[in-house]
Each structure stands twice: as C-alpha cells, then as structure tokens.
C-alpha cells in the first residue's frame, strides 16, 4: 500500500515541474520582447529629434544610455564654450555651469577644463598626510627664514666706540712694555712702612674656552718658548736675563730631587714652542717680572735698608695656588722682586689649598658659600636669558659661525668673551667659519654687556654677590689684619713682605669685600696692595689697585682719612673683627656659614 502511494506521488510531480518550467519561460519570452519593443520606440524618438552629429555619436558609442548621454553632455558644452569664447571670450566649465573668466590661454583654458579644480579633488587619507606635512615643513622653515631675519646685525663701531674699545682691550691685556706710574710706596716722608701684602693674578695665559664644533677656525698656535720669545717681545731684558740664569743653573742642578715640578717644567727648548691650554706665555711671564721689578724699587729703602734683606727668607713670603701658572707667575715676580734668584729659592714657594687663600687653621668648608655661590650663577643666567641684547648677539655671532642661530652649541657670553680677549692681547684673528668670521664690534658689544651687567649685579650691596665676597674673603682678609695688628704691637716674628698669586676669581670678591668699585674683570697681572704705615705711634693702612690708591674707595676708610689721604688701621680691624660678619647678623664666620640665603 506505502509502495503504490509513493509511486503515486512521483507520477503526480513530475508532469507538474515541467509544467511550471515551460509557464517560467514563456513569461521570460514575453517580457524580453516588450523591452525590445520599448527600446525601439525610445530610439526612434530620439532619432527623430536628434541632429546627424548626435546619431554618429550615438552609434560610435553603443555601451548604454549613461555612457551615451554624458558623451552627449560634453559635446553640447564644447559648443556652447565656442559660442562663448567667439562672444566674451575664454570660459571656465564646473559641472555643467558656465562663468566668465579672465581671457587666457588656449592652453591654459584646455588644461583647467582637463584638470578639475583643487578644491574640487577629494585626495585619499594617505594624501592627506602627506599634503600636512609638507604644509608642516614649508611654515618650520618659513619660521626659521622670518627668524634670522628678525635678528639683527651688530652695528659698525663708531669712532668713538672704537677707541673705547681699544682702550679697554689695552687695560685689559696689560702689555708689560708700556710705561706704568704705579704710586706704590709714596706718602709722605714721615711715615714709615712696615708691611705691605700683594695679592695678584697670575700673567697672561692662553684661552681656557675651545670651540668643538667642526669647520670653525681658531689660530690657537701661540709660542711658549722664552727663548725664542725674547727675540720679539720689547723691552724683554729681563727674560734674557732670567734665561741666562735658569740655564747656567739647570746644569748643575739637574738631579736636584727637591725641584718643585712647576720649574721642571719650564718652557725653554725646541719641545716648549707651542702651548698648551690656560698655560702662562712669555708675556705673562715678563709681566710679572715687571712688576716684581717695580715693587722692589718701591719698597727696597722704605721697607727694608737694602734688596739684600729680600733674600732672608723671614722677611718674604711667597704663596701661589696649585696651578702651574700662578706658581710660575709667582716665580717670575720673584725673579723681578729677589736679587739674583736661584732655582733652590722655588722651595719658598707655598701651595695654597684653595684659590681664596683661605689659611689652613681654619675651618674654611661654608655651606653658605655654596649656596651663595648658586645664587650668583643662577641671577646672571637668568639676566643673560632674558636680555634682549645679549640673545641676538650671541644668535648673531651662531649665525656667522654656523649659518644658524643655534647658541646652545657655542660657549656662554662669558667663555667667548675669554677666548676672543685672549686672541686679541696676542694680535690673532678671531674665530672663522665658511660662513663668516667673529669681528671685533662682536667683543666690543660683550665686553660692554658684561661690564654693564658685571656693575648691576656687584653693586646690590644686599645681592649674593656682595654676600659672597664678603664670607669667602673674610679668612683672608683676616690674616692680614691679625698680622699687621701683631706687627703694630712689636713682634718680629712676621715678614715684612707677601706675595700671593692667585686668579680672576680670587681677585673679583676681593675688590667687591673691600668696596672698590672696580667692576671690570680684572687684567692680567692686576694686583690689589695693602700697605701698613706709621707716624707718631699711630698705625695706618693703605690700599692700591695696579698701582693706583684707592683707600678713599674702601668701604670702611671712605669717611676716616687723615689729612694725608691715609686710613687708620683700627678700622680695618673693627672691620675684620665685627662689622663684616655683623653684616649677616652673625659674631663669627662660623655662624655666618650656617645661614640659609
């Protein structure tokens, strides 16, 4: 029964599936002939409205009606842009809408009808990204253009600017053959001169400040060798002098175990010619030759009955700090100071511990000193930062060197200052790059800013730097007042002359303890005098600078001179012993050492 039911069924389907097939097809049949028929109609309507032109155009492009009708489109504005161009001439096409434009090119016409417009072109992401950073890179180096603009050139030095300079320059590098009328030694001759203390920068040395940067020319070729420097510099008797000496002496004391290093060191000889960095020159050697000859014609019969004496040495003493060109600065005034110096006399040579003098029984480690020390640094950076001049100067100078305003990877104002005086005391060329060469106006504008800035900063009695010298130089200032109150009440155990030989920055807080108002960075071989007299049991001091009297500048005697221009020495001890550390509230150097500035 389930057989035949099945059987049933398939003979039922079978005529009704092809059944259906045949209807399907039929039906396909008929709906193609009626689009045949529709399509026909609309072509026989369009050939009936439609030009010759329009057929042939039709029937070279049979792909269907959009491809037809946008073809149809640009034939009908190619002759409505001719109608236009014959009337009012060349026009710009934007989607099917017309605008005059002014008349151009029939190239120029083509290609903008070719090429949409940029506003109209949809670029991808990728050119997107690209277009933004070369819109980034055009406005950096639109910037960086607008920049060196914007700084400006250093004027010409005017007449008188230049001869300021030069006059400055000229104090500055202190040239040992120009005449000097020092006033070292005269006061009246009723006084009588007991102690008198030197304290002096070493000589003219070469740059400390290198430039690292490649294609920057800078002629660091100065001659050290005496020998030969002898022969060129004037008035150098003394170096011939002081060579014939050295070398009659070499030889026999040539194993002599005991010869500091700084004269096993000396430059004579071929291998001495070309110098090495911050070392001494011949003329820092003959500048301090010098003035240990004047200081010896000064005092000889005022401190002492005859130069002889000098040689005791109880009577002299000599310091230096550690390097090698404050000891040879100090042995060469010793050569000009001492009568027939020997080698064995640089035994008398004592080694400071640090470039304040500050004496070894004291406790000379300050807190304060350091943070003081901070303060100072940071004030000027912060000036120098924000100085408007001192910028596009030193952008000036970058460009010259490397074409761009980079001053980061030059020295500082005060390094460039120090490099191009150097170069000038010697008559050399200052710093070439294929760019262009650093000038002397580049100095003059330094060396006028720092100047400027050097007696702003100084002069603020209640700044750090007022602060500073008066803690760093208390130490030393009081031993020379402790010697000369110990010389004042007889004893005999003292010298009767010093010489310390120290640098700038030994020098600077000096000059600012004191209140001398000497804000120019000190010269090669400056020195600062005390001088100790006497008249009718009453004690006396007396300061000079580079030979120059200056005790009516010192702070504590501007209003306690004599008749005779003279300060009694009790002030300089009431200074010492109270009023300069009372400045910080404090009754010792110890306490002043712990304050938090």
């Known amino acids: 029964m389930t057989t035949q039911a099945s059987s049933c069924r398939s003979s039922m389907r079978y005529p009704f599936r092809k059944k259906h097939a045949l209807a399907l097809f039929a039906m396909l049949l008929f709906v193609c002939a009626l689009w045949m028929l529709r399509q026909e109609e609309v072509l026989s309507k369009e050939l009936s409205t439609s030009s010759v032109q329009e057929v042939q155009v039709n029937l070279m492009y049979p792909v269907g009606e959009g491809q037809y009708r946008k073809e149809q489109q640009r034939i009908v504005l190619e002759q409505q842009q001719q109608s236009f161009e014959q009337d009012v001439g060349p026009v710009e096409t934007k989607r099917g809408n017309y605008r005059k434009v002014a008349s151009k090119t029939r190239e120029a016409s083509v290609k903008e009808l070719i090429v949409p417009p940029q506003d109209e072109q949809k670029p991808s992401k990728k050119k997107n990204s690209v277009n933004k950073k070369v819109e980034k890179l055009k406005k950096k180096r639109a910037k960086a253009k607008k920049f060196r603009e914007e700084i400006s050139e250093v004027p010409e030095l005017s007449p008188v600017e230049m001869e300021e300079f030069q006059g400055r320059m000229k104090e500055y590098c202190n040239p040992p053959w120009e005449p000097v009328n020092g006033e070292e030694g005269q006061v009246n001759e009723d006084y009588e001169l007991h102690h ?19 294609d920057i020319t800078v002629d660091t070729d100065f001659n050290c060798n005496l020998e030969t420097a002898r022969e060129k510099l004037p008035s150098s008797t003394l170096l011939s002098r002081f060579l014939a000496s050295i070398m009659a002496q070499e030889e026999a004391l040539g194993g002599w175990p005991l010869m500091p290093w700084f004269l096993r060191k000396l430059p004579i000889g071929g291998a001495a010619r070309r110098c090495g960095m911050a070392q001494l020159t011949p003329t820092g050697w003959l500048q301090h030759m010098k003035l240990g000859e004047r200081l010896r014609q000064a005092y000889t019969s005022k401190l002492v009955p005859h130069r002889a004496y000098f040689r005791n040495p109880n009577m002299t003493r000599f310091k230096s700090t550690i390097n090698s060109r404050t000891q040879q600065s100090a042995f060469a005034f010793m050569f000009g100071f001492l009568p027939r110096l020997e080698l064995r006399h640089g035994e008398w040579l004592k080694a400071a511990d640090n470039f304040l003098f500050c004496p070894s029984n004291w406790n000379c480690s300050c807190p304060a000193y350091s943070r003081l020390e901070k303060s100072k640094q940071q004030l000027y950076s912060a000036v120098q930062k924000n100085t408007t001049e001192v910028q596009q100067l030193l952008r000036s100078v ?8 980079k001053t980061k990877s030059l020295p500082g104002i005060t390094g460039q200052q120090e490099m191009y005086s150097a170069l000038i005391c010697h008559k050399k060329p200052l710093p070439c790059s ?4 650093v000038a002397q106006k580049h100095l003059a504008k330094i060396v006028a800013y720092t100047d400027r800035v050097g007696r702003e900063l100084r002069s603020n009695e209640h700044g750090p730097h007022q602060k500073l010298a008066r803690l760093s130089m208390h130490p030393l200032l009081t031993e020379i007042a402790l010697r000369m109150k110990k010389i004042s009440h007889g004893a005999s155990n003292y010298p009767k002359f010093a010489f310390y030989s120290g640098h700038d920055v030994t020098m600077t807080p000096l000059l600012d303890a004191l209140g001398l108002g000497e804000y120019h960075w000190p010269p090669y071989a400056s020195n600062v005098i005390f001088e100790m007299w006497s008249k009718a049991g009453e004690f006396f001091f007396r300061v000079l600078y580079n030979g120059q009297d200056k005790t009516s500048l010192v702070r504590f005697c501007r209003k306690n ?3 005779d221009g003279l300060c009694p020495l009790r002030f300089f001890l009431k200074f010492v012993n109270k009023d300069n550390m009372g400045f910080f509230h404090a009754d010792s150097f110890e ?3 712990q304050l938090t500035f």
């Open 196 to 214: 008198v203390h030197v304290i002096a920068r070493h000589g003219d040395r070469t740059p400390m400040t290198q430039f690292n940067i490649p």
């Open 434 to 437: 294929p760019y262009g060469c």
């Open 591 to 593: 306490k002043a050492c």
């Open 561 to 563: 001179l004599n008749a």
């Open 398 to 405: 970058a460009v010259l060197l490397m074409k761009e305003p």
